[in-house]
């Protein structure tokens, strides 16, 4: 019995010490200068919490536990190892769905074991197994809907009524399980209908709101966690669930207010549905040579970059770098501002342009960059469209009115590199392009970025 | 036995040190720590281990197997995005090449 007890205390003390490992791992990763330590932190937490339940009593199947852990563990490690920098959005709603799966799971089985545990428990198993597998599928249609596998956005009538059913349903259903101790056809039944409710849910989101919705299934699959971490009485389960859910509420909130979006805007209405025309621009876009643009950079005083996705789909990040490297070199003040919703969600531009080596203390957040355009003599956009149109500021019947963007029209030059004459991500034309001091350099990203690395060279 | 209001207090105090820890975050690191969550929160590992390891019935052994499998999956993906997003970051100080 005493052997018994002090397995115990060991298991206690290990989980507490995992929860203080993933709390300052969790801190350490809040500051770019710290971060990387962090995440090594969290990781060692991991690791003990996981071994240390290998000794938790009363345990059996230990050899299928072990080809399951390897099975999910060797295949997170592969397609984690492989994925490009760009797809990183959808990965992360992959694995964080995965996370939503396993906590179902665990009320599964604990649903299905039929120890009665009593009326609170059975609420936290229910709620905790409903809301993991509404991040199950959900974050897989999110997954799909990034990685392109489906249309982006899939509406009909009386969509919000039907999902508002299926709510209904899944908690009656979730309630009858609690109080009357459901059999094991109510419970799959239950299950079915949790996961058909984050479908419905997430396929009339938009893909440009995705970001806003994994982080917030990210925040989901925490508080699952924290629940199904009381029913089994796992104080690492319950903390590490916790802080979790609400670090990443409020992380949902701090991405939902830099897209000028409500949550329950993202949520219940769809980008762009706003009707109301919005006002034409008049004038032409003026192209320029990339020689041109050569000259003007090389002999400017001051150039801000603003990339955007479409600077990372043509790969163009190492080339622009290479840029910014020959102009700082003949005493150009080069600095890269960065707006933050550029890339497939806040900060993800950040890390594209750390994979090409750029470091964070010459790359600007649109706050503290925003003053300094007035006296830029060259705003050189690439890839970015929506985050630097003036209208934004100006014209209230524009989808994208009262959104903060960069003020790349404030700049003495402002160069743009584009691919063609299209409008952008979001379909609204953009009026920086038609301004008196803008010319467009058409072309591929990564071939003008070239080109306009021969042409400094040159000079 | 974690119970009642014991209970409460630690979600509690959990919640508020995850709002405080987030609370002063730049947004360039919005992204890397969305998905360092992600990857704490693959603790969940832990409890199908344990749902898996006290499963009888051949239904509860085939969910167990399937949450142990997405949890590592979880946890070990969560982990290596994480850190290849952050070995990126470096200042210009510390930049060899």
Redesign the interface.
């Known amino acids: 019995m005493s052997e018994f007890v002090s397995m115990r205390t060991l298991i206690e003390a290990s989980y507490f010490v995992a929860a203080i490992l993933f709390i300052l791992g969790l801190k350490r990763m809040s500051s770019p200068v710290t971060a990387r330590g962090g995440i090594v932190w969290a990781g060692a937490g991991m690791v003990v919490a996981t071994v240390v339940t290998f000794l938790y009593p009363g345990m059996g199947n230990y050899a299928l536990m072990m080809v399951a852990i390897f099975i999910g563990g060797v295949a997170a490690w592969v397609s984690g190892k492989k994925v490009a920098m760009t797809d990183m959005p959808q990965m992360i709603a992959l694995y964080n769905g995965m996370g939503g799966g396993a906590a179902a799971a665990i009320a599964a089985v604990e649903l299905l074991g039929g120890e009665d545990h009593g009326v609170v428990f059975g609420i936290l198993a229910v709620l905790g197994g409903m809301i993991g597998a509404v991040s199950f599928s959900g974050s897989l249609i999110a997954f799909a809907k990034l990685q392109g596998l489906m249309k982006s956005t899939f509406r009909f009538g009386g969509q919000q009524i039907i999902n508002l059913l299926l709510l209904a349903a899944t908690v009656f259903l979730a309630g009858y399980i609690v109080f009357q101790h459901g059999e094991i056809d109510i419970v799959v039944i239950f299950f079915l209908l949790a996961l058909i409710l984050g479908i419905t849910m997430t396929l009339p989101i938009g893909g440009a709101d995705m970001p806003v919705v994994i982080s917030l299934y990210n925040a989901l699959t925490g508080l699952a966690v924290a629940f199904e971490g009381f029913v089994l009485q796992n104080a690492a389960m319950i903390i590490a669930g916790t802080v979790v859910g609400s670090a990443g509420t409020l992380l949902t909130q701090l991405m939902a207010k830099a897209m000028n979006r409500s949550l329950a805007n993202v949520l219940f209405s769809s980008f762009g549905d706003e009707t109301g025309e919005a006002s034409e621009i008049s004038g032409a876009m003026k192209p320029i040579e990339a020689a041109d643009v050569g000259v003007m950079m090389a002999f400017a005083d001051k150039v801000l970059i603003v990339p955007g996705y479409g600077m990372a789909v043509a790969q163009a990040q190492h080339k622009v770098w290479e840029l910014a490297q020959l102009l700082k070199g003949r005493g150009v003040d080069v600095k890269f501002a960065i707006h933050p919703v550029a890339g497939r969600m806040p900060g993800h531009m950040n890390v594209l342009l750390a994979e090409a080596g750029v470091p964070y203390d010459i790359i600007y957040d649109e706050d503290d960059i925003n003053a300094e355009f007035a006296t830029a003599d060259v705003a050189l956009v690439i890839g970015a469209n929506d985050v630097v149109n003036p209208v934004a500021r100006t014209d209230p019947a524009s989808p994208i009115y009262g959104m903060p963007i960069l003020n790349a029209d404030h700049a003495k030059n402002v160069i743009v590199i584009k691919r063609g004459q299209g409008a952008g991500f979001s379909g609204i034309e953009n009026a920086l392009f038609f301004l008196d001091q803008t010319r467009m350099l058409y072309g591929d990203g990564q071939e003008m970025a070239s080109q306009l690395i021969q042409e400094v060279k040159s000079i | ?2 119970d009642g209001f014991i ?1 409460l207090y ?2 509690m105090l ?6 405080e ?37 051949t ?3 085939v ?31 510390e ?1 060899s ?1």
Not at chain 2, 14 to 19: E, I, K, L, N, S
Not at chain 2, 40 to 46: N, P, Q
């Open positions: 036995m974690i209970a630690i979600f959990a919640a508020v040190t995850g709002y820890i987030i609370g002063r975050v730049p947004s360039i690191l919005h992204t890397p720590l969305m998905s360092g969550s992600n990857f704490v929160h693959g603790i969940v590992l832990v409890g199908a281990m344990v749902a898996l390891g006290r499963a009888d019935t239904l509860e052994l969910i167990g197997f399937i949450g142990v499998v997405l949890g590592a999956g979880n946890a070990v993906g969560g982990y290596v995005v994480t850190e290849r997003m952050l070995e990126m970051f470096k200042s210009s100080k930049k090449s």
